[in-house]
């Protein structure tokens, strides 16, 4: 599949340079389709019987199967979820965490994982990276660390700044359990996430799958708490409510995910061509170098798919000028930033139109 053909999948990209799939990818055509076709067979059959449960148990196995191919893990080790916010919960819940204990984390993180810090009762340590350079990420985060820390919950690239955080190095120097929010890197860049504890994924962003579909990589799964339990947690339960979980990390599965959804993400994740991580690094440093020659920005050469920089005007008053000229973007709240996402599907031509717009 050439690149034209590969955007050809995107209806969208006829008339929008769609530059945000840091928050949602695009919806390819065969995805609406793979959709439309299971959503059709539920009208049409009903959503009974046991061939109806069969195809949904069959969509959830594949489907788990594609995205630990994505962070390359295997496929035992992964719980489907509904979004990056709900595997941090499930994790953090699971570890049991007290007051004593320490969590520590960045100001650089995106609420789904800030939230999940917040309402576990450990005390949380914020390593403040946001406004140093990235080679100083490390220090700042290790000077953090405390004979009281129990785990290590930040994002593989922030949402905001666009830059790479030390995980691996973390790692090394610390020893400590990681809960790694991926919800910028998977589909976006490559990821070999086997090494940490805890490795979220995001289906409706860089994978353009349907909203509400995502995962979660647990490397040890009998080493982390069942706290909360749906139906397909389960190998088996009695009367009192005394369960059996399951084998590896699907004991962590959330409740019923629609089958359209999984058709959907099913079919999205067959739309990525073999080169595309590939062509997104380098469209993705086509475009910071772009905008670094007329803008401040505040991603640091060589990272991954984001590019946050501040624009002549308001930022949200910028984005919503840009999308009416069809120009998709999104500002950071708080910051002064706008944020591009750059893709396999990113053209040339979409940077040129960005950058004269602006």
Not at 226 to 254: C, H, I, M, N
Request: net charge negative.
């Amino acid at each position: 599949m050439n690149f034209q053909d590969a955007r050809a999948q995107f209806p969208v990209l006829d008339r929008v340079a769609y530059l945000n799939a840091g928050s949602m990818g695009p919806l390819a055509r065969a995805t609406v389709e793979a959709m439309t076709a299971q959503q059709l067979a539920d009208l049409e059959l009903g959503r009974g019987g046991q061939a109806y449960i069969d195809t949904m148990l069959e969509l959830r196995k594949r489907v788990r199967t594609r995205l630990a191919a994505t962070i390359g893990v295997p496929a035992e080790n992964i719980a489907l979820t509904t979004s990056t916010t709900e595997g941090c919960n499930i994790v953090l819940a699971g570890l049991r965490l007290r007051p004593e204990d320490e969590i520590v984390t960045t100001d650089t993180e995106h609420f789904g994982l800030l939230g999940a810090l917040d309402a576990s009762e450990a005390t949380v340590r914020v390593a403040a990276v946001r406004a140093q350079p990235a080679e100083r990420a490390l220090e700042t985060i290790l000077a953090q660390v405390t004979p009281r820390t129990r785990l290590i919950a930040l994002s593989h690239v922030s949402w905001q700044t666009g830059n790479l955080l030390p995980i691996e190095e973390l790692q090394d120097a610390t020893g400590l359990p990681m809960l790694v929010d991926g919800a910028q890197t998977a589909g976006a860049i490559a990821v070999e996430a086997g090494r940490y504890d805890y490795y979220t994924i995001s289906g409706q962003k860089w994978l353009c799958g349907p909203d509400a579909t995502g995962g979660l990589y647990v490397r040890d799964p009998e080493a982390l708490h069942v706290a909360l339990p749906t139906y397909f947690s389960q190998d088996g339960y009695d009367e009192s409510g005394t369960f059996t979980p399951k084998p590896g990390a699907a004991r962590f599965d959330s409740g019923w995910i629609p089958t359209p959804s999984l058709a959907g993400l099913e079919a999205a994740l067959g739309t990525v061509p073999h080169w595309a991580a590939h062509h997104a690094t380098e469209i993705s440093a086509r475009g910071w170098a772009l905008l670094a020659n007329r803008f401040e920005v505040a991603t640091a050469p060589g990272q991954a798919n984001l590019v946050s920089f501040a624009p002549a005007g308001d930022p949200a008053e910028t984005a919503r000028s840009l999308f009416d000229l069809g120009i998709v973007v999104r500002d950071m709240p708080g910051t002064p930033w706008l944020r591009v996402s750059c893709s396999w599907w990113t053209s040339d031509e979409d940077l040129e139109r960005l950058l004269a717009s602006l």
